[in-house]
């Protein structure tokens, strides 16, 4: 028969282990807890002197107080000083050092006067330093300390008014600028010296009791104006928070949104068009074996141009597709064709291509003119360019079929202009591809002349319908 010992249970830690882990685990090097009985290779034991706890306690207060950005926060209150505060600053030192001397009786003789003259030094070299330190916060601390100790000495050992402004002005910045607990602790240590200055000069006991009382008060409105500063900025960060939410959210209503339209043209368009793809497709094969004619020749010829253009869109769905989704390397690639009309000399030779094919495809005679040394627009522009001259021209098909198309290309030295114009058709000319459309081209071509720096007007003038796009060169 084998026994076996039951595991004890987990003790339940003690104070002083509490205290010592609140203390950052101890004070010796890896974490281990604080013991005088360490030996090499063995963990040390909580608790095994008497003045242990004493002496955790009294560094976990140290390390709290000393340390507050241990705790998240930073030591010393990042704050901009006003050049009117810094003035301020520097006239009450010069008017404590200029008025110490003048009205202490034996200032620099005997015991009193000499210490009051050394405690005076201190408290403006202090002073000096502190005000310099803006920015190094440890050294700003050091200063503020010193202060402390120095000016409520002075304070107390001095009868005039004006010795207590170091002490008053280290309240005010220890509660404004420092952790409650590090302010605390700074404010107790200038009150301890006050008082320690004043019995010994034996000052009155009203005189200790007001600049007492004006001491922890200053201190107080400093803890107040602490806090409303730290409300302040949790509140700018909560509105920022907020908006950057807001933000979220609406790129996540338009990316939904985006997503609808690119399955609604998918679903739709695109589908449609390959149909319209396919069919065409069957219709020249069965053109393909009538016997020949003109007519079917003109028949074949139109077929096949609407095959092209048909395949022309599903690429452009395509695009639109790629682009909706996000996927705008792979929308650039299908685009390669327009987007390479940025060079200077592809344009005019897609927008000629481009005024061919109209006439060819229509009984109307396109003219198409350059002017001016072709220079590359952008990609954008240029694609905007093609785009202009495509809309008006189908438009001009729609609405004034029959009717002569001048399209014009001008390179100036500021801009470059590109004109499509025809003659007003009369009412009863209309075209049967007048209704045909959505009604949106230009309000599209606009604000695509908009996002490339240009701006498009299309509008009647002297007999003729002119669409002009102009872009800044």
């Known amino acids: 028969m084998t026994l076996r010992s039951r595991p004890h249970p987990p003790r339940r ?10 203390a950052g685990r101890g004070l010796t090097p890896g974490g281990e807890a604080f013991s005088t009985r360490n030996q090499p290779g063995r963990r040390a034991r909580p608790g095994r002197h008497p003045d242990t706890l004493g002496v955790v306690v009294l560094a976990s207060f140290t390390r709290r107080l000393l340390v507050p950005e241990l705790r998240g926060g930073p030591l010393v209150s990042e704050v901009k000083i006003p ?65 402390g100790a120095a000016g409520g000495v002075l304070a107390g050992l001095s009868s005039l008014s004006t010795a207590v402004a170091v002490s008053l002005a280290v309240a005010v910045s220890a509660g404004a600028r420092l952790s409650t607990e590090l302010s605390l602790a700074i404010v107790a240590e200038t009150v301890a010296a006050f008082l320690i200055g004043a019995l010994i000069s034996g000052a009155p006991l009203q005189a200790i009791v007001g600049w007492g009382v004006g001491i922890v008060g200053l201190w107080a409105f400093g803890l107040t104006r602490r806090a409303y500063v730290l409300r302040a900025i949790e509140a700018e960060q ?83 597709i790629l682009a909706l989704r996000g996927d705008m390397e792979n929308a650039d690639a299908e685009t390669a064709g327009d987007r390479g ?10 927008l000629r291509t481009l005024a061919e094919e109209h006439g060819a495809a229509g009984d109307a005679c396109v003219e198409f003119t350059v002017t001016g040394t072709p220079r590359p627009l952008g990609a954008d522009g ?32 500021d801009a470059v202009t590109l004109q499509v114009s025809n003659p007003l058709p009369e009412a009863v000319a209309a075209g049967p591809l007048a209704t045909a459309g959505s009604g949106y081209g230009l309000t599209g071509l606009r604000e695509r002349a908009a996002l490339a720096g240009g701006t498009l007007a299309a509008e009647p003038g002297d007999g003729q319908w002119r669409v002009l796009l102009t872009l800044l060169a």
């Open 13 to 22: 830690p003690t104070v002083r282990y509490r205290v010592e882990a609140a």
């Open 83 to 147: 050049p009117a505060v810094q003035v301020t600053r520097l006239c009450v030192i010069v008017m404590v050092v200029v008025t110490v001397p003048l009205f202490t009786p034996n200032f620099g003789t005997g015991p009193q006067g000499i210490a009051i003259a050394v405690t005076l030094a201190i408290s403006a070299v202090a002073w000096a330093t502190w005000q310099l330190a803006e920015g190094r916060p440890r050294l700003w601390l050091t200063a503020l300390i010193v202060m």
């Open 238 to 320: 909560a509105l920022e928070q907020a908006r950057r939410a807001h933000a979220a959210e609406t790129q996540a209503a338009a990316l939904g949104e985006r997503a609808r339209i690119a399955r609604e043209i998918h679903d739709v368009l695109a589908h449609s068009l390959a149909a319209v793809s396919v069919n065409l497709q069957a219709a020249s094969g069965l053109l393909d074996a009538l016997p020949d004619s003109p007519e079917l020749a003109k028949a074949i010829e139109c077929v096949e141009r609407a095959g092209a253009l048909t395949r022309e869109g599903m690429a452009e769905a395509r695009r639109a």
């Open 341 to 350: 009309a940025a060079t200077a000399g592809r344009l005019v030779v897609r």
């Open 382 to 413: 240029a694609l905007t360019a093609y785009r202009t001259a495509q809309e008006a021209l189908t438009n001009a098909r729609k609405h004034a079929p029959g009717q002569p198309v001048r399209v014009a290309l001008d390179y100036a030295a």
